[in-house]
Each structure stands twice: as C-alpha cells, then as structure tokens.
C-alpha cells in the first residue's frame, strides 16, 4: 500500500521554486541510483530514503512521477540519447551524467515538463554533483534531444526498446507476436487503483463516497493521484488496496468458506488474507519473512480482521500442519511481471535465471501444498506473473505427475463476466491488455485444483 499511486500530469506537481526544483531532482537522482546500481527495488528506495520523506508531498509526487518515467520508458531513453551523442557507442563518464542524461530527458520528452525547466536543473544537477566542467556537455544534449527527441520517438519501436530482449521473447513464445507486443505497450501506461470492500453489499454507497467505479469483477477503481490514506474509510478499516486480477484468487472457494479454516501460504502482505477473513473463515496465514507477516498483522488489525486470522513464520514449501487441510490458497512467489504498470522496475531487476529460480521454487511449494490437502480439498493457485512457466506449465506437470489432483474449471461467472481470460483448460490467464475499457489490469494467473478421495 504505497503512499500515492498515478500522479496526474507532472506540471502540477513540478516544485514551485528553484531551490525546491533542483532538491527535487537531486533526490530523484539519488534514488535512481540506488535501484539500477545497488538493485533495490522502487519501493524500497522509496520507503526507505530519508531524503523522499524530508519532501513535502508535492514535491514527493514529483519525484516518484519522475523515476518511475524514467524507469518505464529507459529503453526510448537511453535511444534519444545515443541518437543526440556525437559519439554514440562511447560510454557516459562519469556514469551519474547519463543518470542525469535521463532525468533531463524523461522530463522534456514524457512530462511536459518545460525546455528550460528540465534543462537548466539537470545542467545545475552536474554542478551539485561535483561535474561543473561537463554543464556544457549536459546542456548540449539535452538541448538537441529538446529540439529533436519528440520527432525521434515517432520511429522508435517502443514495445521492443522498454522490454529486455530476453523477456520479451518469452512472451512471444508464450502468446505470439502481436499479443507480446501488446503487453509491451500496455506496460507504460501508469496501473490505477483498485480497493476490496470489507462488505461488498456496500458497493454503491462506497463508490459514492470515493467517486469510483465498480468494475465487473466485484472490485472499485478509484480516480488516479490520490493519497489513499486519506480517503474515508480507510482508518476504519471498510476497504483496502488491491489490483483488481489480485482479488479473483480468494473468491474460487465459493461462498462456502465460512467456519472452516483456509491457510493462505506465502500470504503477506495480506489482501487475500483480508478477503478470506472477510468471507466468514478463519485464516492461518504463512510466510517466511517475519517483517512481512509483521505488516500483514498491522494491515489485519486496521481491517478489524485480525480476530479472524493466525499467522505463522514459516517456509511453505516446508511448512507442515498437524491435520489435512479443506482450503489452501497459494499466491506463489514470481517474476513479478503481471505487476509491470505499477512496479517498472521488475523490468530491469529480473533476469531469466531468477526466473529459473522462481520455477524451481513455485514447484515445490505446489507439491508440498497438495500433499497438505484434505480429500475433496481444494487449492488455488496463482502468480502475478506473465510467463506460462510460472503458470500454465506448473499445473501441466502437477496433472502429468500426480493421480490424486484433478483440476475445477473457472467459470466466466466466477471472474465477472471476463470470458476472454478463461483459457480452453479451465484456468485464469490475464493479461494486462484485459479490462482496457476501464484502464487495464495487473497480469495474473489462476487455477483451481482437488484432491481426489
């Protein structure tokens, strides 16, 4: 639950005054550092830098619209700079000036931000940092990228710039050509914000109150750039922030959990958790990070669930409970890649190996679950990820392996009407070009499994 999502348009929260212009994105500077160098995710830079938090809350709109431009669109932007270099295959040195380099240019391209605006401060950028013989040099390129980038971008093939190769041939392996490089695309566009009611027959007064719209799939999507914190009822615990495609795993249990107990593996940070407390059971919810399971019990006791839920500290694909068990839901650890419009970072920070990793890892999560479930019991499971290796392919080799599991097809009912992401098998595939009247939605895949008696 991150503290604002989807700033609109950057010319309202651009810094007023110099000073504040340059803190700004010297801040922004530092932070893009941090996560291409030192490989720290977007939001753990955010949540952990003393400098964003120093920031009014205009300002901190601005930097976080800035870097995850920047982030998003790296691939158009490393490209309108090599086009503006005299030398293009030369390397930037020292290695902050082309940090610099595209801030400038995320600014003047993509943000509307003014020339001299997005210039002069990257220019002053050099100086602060210590580089006042290479202002000329800042001032240079950008100044052509001003004159010339918007033209540039009209023959850059944008899906295949801002998605590593690797990836992206996977994806078309996955699900073809043209459908690879629609998810390319639909990955720059900002994710919207979707809220879980605790109390969904409280729909219409919510969407009322917080000026959203009920999507089909039961959840509400709230106007862009707002701080969600402070909206009504948030403190009381009425509704919590969760993508839309997030929210369908926890419903395929049916209406049926209430009094049994369903154990959520890998469950923090918790919305799944909240919606199966929600629903009348009672949870048992495992993780093995013990600063995750911490903020899923801060989370459950803002929600008014936490009577409802029992946590554990555990590795899941070890963890083992005294009795079978009827409901198990399983949101495996993944590539991230369904999450793409709201963390572009997954982007650079994955690499095909991790993903090997991630495989390896899903595999024996699923084994142990199942050998947890009860006759007749049923599991879910899903990823937030795009790549049919971490989906589709685990459960073909679960049913290739295993007598005693059979999979329950998802209906189109149960995913709000959504016919076009149930796939001949039975399953859930979503891709992030789904729900584009409404803006889109996170990649994801589910499928529902039973143990046979």
């Known amino acids: 639950m991150t503290e604002t999502a989807n700033p609109p348009s950057s010319d309202l929260f651009d810094p007023a005054t110099p000073t504040e212009m340059l803190n700004a994105r010297r801040v922004a500077l530092g932070l893009l550092q941090r996560i291409f160098i030192k490989k720290h995710t977007l939001d753990q830079v955010l949540d952990e830098s003393r400098e964003f938090a120093a920031l009014s809350q205009r300002d901190r709109a601005f930097v976080r619209m800035l870097i995850t431009t920047v982030i998003r669109r790296l691939g158009q932007i490393d490209d309108l700079i090599r086009r503006a270099l005299s030398k293009p295959d030369q390397p930037i040195n020292p290695p902050v000036l082309e940090y610099i380099l595209r801030l400038g240019t995320a600014q003047l391209i993509f943000m509307n931000i003014p020339d001299h605006a997005a210039v002069n401060t990257s220019v002053l950028l050099a100086e602060v940092e210590g580089h006042v013989r290479m202002k000329g040099f800042i001032n240079a390129i950008l100044r052509r990228i001003a004159a010339e980038g918007k033209d540039w971008t009209t023959r850059q ?20 050509l043209r459908t690879a490089l629609d998810i390319a695309v639909a990955n720059l566009s900002e994710a919207s914000i979707d ?36 909206l009504p009822g948030f403190d009381d615990g009425m509704w919590w922030v969760q993508d839309t ?38 949870v048992v919810a495992v993780d093995r990070s013990a600063k995750r399971i911490q903020r899923l019990q801060e989370n459950m006791k803002r929600l008014r669930l936490g009577s409802a839920v029992r946590t554990e500290v555990a590795d899941a694909a070890v963890w083992r409970s005294r009795d079978s068990l009827p409901y198990i839901l399983l949101d ?7 999450t793409i419009r709201r963390n572009p970072d997954v982007l650079w920070m994955k690499s095909e190996a991790d993903i090997s990793s991630l495989v390896e890892l899903q595999a024996r999560l699923l084994d142990n679950a199942l050998d947890l479930l009860a006759p007749h019991g049923v599991l879910v499971y899903c990823t937030c990820s795009l790549q049919k290796d971490e989906g589709e392919n685990q459960i073909d080799r679960v049913l290739a392996n295993r007598t005693d599991v059979d999979r329950v097809p998802i209906h189109t009912t149960e995913v709000g009407g959504m016919s076009d992401v149930i796939t001949p098998r039975g399953d859930v595939r979503i891709l992030p070009t789904h729900l584009s009247e409404f803006g889109g939605i996170d990649g994801f895949f589910i499928s529902r499994l039973v143990k046979l008696g």
Not at 164 to 170: A, C, G, R, S, V
Not at 201 to 207: F, G, K, P, T
Not at 216 to 221: N, V, Y
Not at 247 to 273: M, W
């Open 332 to 338: 495996a650890p993944c590539s991230a890649t369904g």
């Open 245 to 282: 495609a997030a929210s369908l795993p926890a419903r395929l249990f049916g209406n049926n959990i209430e009094g049994y107990t369903v154990v959520d593996l890998c469950a923090a940070p918790g919305g799944k958790t909240a919606q199966l407390a929600a629903a009348g059971a009672d």
């Open 195 to 230: 809220v879980t009611l605790k109390d969904s027959s409280q729909m219409s007064h919510w969407a009322d109150v917080l000026a959203g719209v009920p999507l089909p799939t039961g959840s509400l999507r709230l106007p862009n750039a707002r701080m969600v914190q402070d």
């Open 157 to 176: 093939d944008i899906a295949r710039l801002n998605t590593p190769e690797w990836l992206l041939k996977i994806w078309i392996k996955d699900f073809g």
